[in-house]
């Protein structure tokens, strides 16, 4: 019997496909990255996941888990063919208990769905992607995502509290706990996490949830020289205040922001810093006077607290058009994720963004770098013409001298987007020592390699 | 050549021992379990741990690493022999960045030593264990320790950046970096913060460090049933605050506090919560008032607000008591750790102390339950006999109750003891799925087994 056939008659006719159509729908990401699988099924069930993972486990075939594919980094993508599956019909929201601090959820659920029903009821589940409202939580245990808000809340891993995982053979086991603390062996769950589907198929989780902040409020600094947000920042710090976010765009970034939305009219200054403070109504308002406090003792040029809501989001307008921005500098050129995510102890960061600037000039690659200095991640976005072999060449040789001077500063390649396909060298790299024992982790729980294969490690 | 000869090459004479008075020294922890090693070496560097954990893997010997040996279920008791390695003489504090919002530690650090450096500048590293005084980062560690803060600040795992370990074969690898995101491939740091030391011996640590809060307040509620607790604390959190730190004394340790200190005069009430609430001088106001009216909502025969330190200081002495009070109940009798540390999800609390009042008259067993409640952590303490058999199998068949109804009201029988030796049952039962995956990740780490065996897992 063919392997479609077996596959209809594990989910039925609608959910399983071989059809090229199809198929090519689920040959990307949010990346640059492509690959064709040979069939797509979209289970609802763990006993359907188990089925299927099984008949892969018998043929040998390639699983590649997906969510709904915002992922930047390649990780959903089908590089070796075989089975992918679409898990975003497994999304329910199985079990709220605000009382307890959890939520148990499928995989499919949307990370903005899960934080609106949640917050009907006063909670959020707190990892923050700037995907929110496309991004399912498997996709986010897979790549262990954060967002601006890591540095007060963390990132996935730290509010993933068990899992339910069907093996590479089929078999089905739970991790965890619904408690706050759980450690009866190995913690499995914290290694599934940021695995990038390379372990297994989530297909239950339990979520730590926790009261919504009541309060918000809005900041921003303007400095002469990009080297004081770091006297900022620390001083912030030393005031006893962890920022909701802490964003920072940088001259290279403040000037295309300006060409592109004019009426934004940033200042032509060396950096910016806005800030959210979130808490209490009291804490917030004492956190405002500290922010501007030390922004202002770090010589910062002008400091501006929000007085309200629309003038908090007109100061976060800039922060949010980085993306459109660089995207339309030059209708030529696309914005490939190329040296796209990393990051460097907070004390580093203005080091790290000359660095940038250098790399920029040398390249003769257009880029702007700006980031979540509250936890030193720094993204990059290019302008490149992808159709240009030497100028892509050229932007990719500039990502990788990104990478390195990320790793000389003490910092990481692979802060929150994950590994996927595009970094499966930086794991080789940065994570030398530990490199054979990651690989006879991923032998351990996979020894056919049948799961999400050329993910994190090449096929070897 | 003898071993001994070998490791005083290593070492020098000074530190490292055949001695049988120096042995005895090393056979326990503060369990009840016992084990004599046949060396004990007090390395200074990573060089000596690799050199000697080389020569135990040349040899096939037991490498067993060591703190201060305040852990509660054996995992640092020699169970077969071998080499204690002590760490407690590898007590730097490397590095500490307050801007960078980490510091670099080694494993023999104590814990209230780091944080004394580090409130210097208003910092500390947040995980809160009772053995503050004297336990050792590293068994920190090695035992995810957590403490009273856990709910709000979170054990010691979430805040392990990246570590330094010398693996079973003497090669030594780095996890982590110096940023608060980092997951270049799979999260071993997460994977040996919690492993008990079976995985390799930890010598240097990069934490995530914080500003210490600039306010506290403490509150006292007191109820006439334990169940209206988890309403009260419900309530709490849909009011937006997460404690520091929510005690729970119920009827029966109540009752023993008294017994041991009448001038301490606790109400004779079914249960009284604690509370620390921490932050800013405002938002601590404004949290106090929260629970006070929740507690009240709730049903609280009275709620008191501590209005000096010394008032709060008071109303945390009956918690401070109860260690002392149940040893003290009678002089015959032991205090041994049985069925000591276990979790629920918060909402079944009060069924769990139900069930343990069952138990414990069921058992004869004078046995008291209390807690950390915002995270459902609850810990027995029982009055045993140790030298009577019989007492004792009852006292153990109780232990082994308490866990099986943990388990049963979706909890867990490892919150924040570690596993040790005294608990590797209930790694086989609660993690019954994922053990065969813990077994062989164990082995990719120590296919001689000489890193701390027969802890997590039996001796096979």
Redesign the interface.
């Known amino acids: 019997m063919a392997i479609i056939d077996d596959l209809i008659q594990i989910v039925g006719p609608e959910r399983a496909s071989d059809d090229k159509t199809v198929r090519y729908a689920y040959s990307r990401d949010s990346s640059f990255i492509t690959g064709l699988p040979d069939y797509v099924v979209r289970p609802v069930s763990t006993e359907e996941v188990a089925k299927i993972v099984s008949l892969a486990s018998q043929h040998r075939i390639p699983i590649v888990p997906r969510g709904n594919g915002s992922g930047m980094e390649g990780g959903c993508v089908p590089l070796h063919g075989g089975i992918v599956l679409d898990m975003h019909n497994m999304d329910k929201i199985l079990e709220v208990?605000?009382?307890?601090?959890?939520a148990v959820v499928e995989p499919g659920v949307i990370h903005a769905h899960l934080n609106a029903r949640l917050g009907e009821?006063?909670?959020f589940f707190a990892p923050d992607p700037a995907s929110t409202d496309f991004c399912t939580i498997g996709g986010m245990i897979g790549?262990?995502a954060?967002g601006m808000t890591?540095?007060k809340y963390?990132?996935t891993?730290?509010s993933v509290l068990g899992l339910e995982v069907v093996?590479p053979d089929g078999?089905?086991?739970?991790?965890g706990?619904?408690?706050?603390?759980?450690?009866?062996?190995?913690?499995?769950t914290?290694?599934i996490?940021?695995?990038d589907g390379t372990?297994g198929v989530v297909t239950k989780a339990i979520l730590k949830i926790?009261?919504?902040?009541?309060a918000r409020a809005t900041v921003t600094a303007y400095f002469d020289e990009v080297e004081k947000i770091?006297e900022a920042?620390?001083s912030i710090?030393?005031?006893?205040?962890?920022p909701a976010a802490c964003e920072l765009l940088d001259r290279p970034v403040i000037r295309i922001i300006n060409r592109y939305k004019p009426e934004i009219a940033l200042p032509d200054v060396d950096a910016i810093l806005i800030f959210n403070l979130e808490?209490?109504?009291?804490?917030v308002?004492?956190?405002v006077d500290g922010v501007v406090s030390s922004c202002k003792k770090a010589g910062a040029i002008e400091v501006k607290a929000a007085a309200t809501k629309e003038e908090a989001d007109a100061l976060w307008e800039g922060r949010r058009s980085v993306g459109s921005a660089i995207y339309r500098l030059d209708p030529q050129k696309a914005g490939p994720n190329i040296g796209g995510d990393y990051?460097?102890?907070?004390?580093?960061l203005a080091e790290m963004l000359r660095e940038v600037r250098r790399i920029a000039e040398e390249s003769g690659i257009t880029m702007v770098a700006f980031g979540h200095v509250?936890?030193?991640?720094l993204h990059t976005h290019m302008a490149v013409n992808v159709l240009d072999e030497e100028e892509l060449a050229r932007a990719e040789k500039a990502g990788d001298a990104i990478y390195e001077a990320a790793l000389k500063l003490?910092?990481?390649?692979?802060?929150?987007h994950?590994?996927g396909a595009a970094?499966i060298r930086?794991?080789r790299e940065?994570?030398k020592?530990?490199?054979p024992?990651?690989r006879?982790?991923?032998k351990?729980?996979d020894p056919q390699n049948i799961m999400n294969p050329g993910k994190?490690f090449e096929i070897s």
Chains 1, 2 share one sequence.
């Open positions: 208990d605000t009382g307890s601090l959890y009821q006063g909670f790549t262990n954060s890591c540095l963390g990132d891993r730290k093996l078999t089905v086991i739970n991790t706990a619904k408690t706050v603390k759980s450690d009866c062996g190995y913690n499995l914290a290694l996490v940021g695995a372990l926790i009261p919504r902040p009541r770091e920042v620390a710090f030393a005031n006893g205040i962890i808490g209490s109504a009291a804490a308002e004492e956190e990051g460097v102890p907070i004390r580093r509250g936890d030193g991640n003490g910092g990481t390649t692979t802060p929150e994950g590994i970094k930086w794991v940065e994570s020592s530990a490199y024992l990651m006879a982790i991923k351990v729980f994190i």
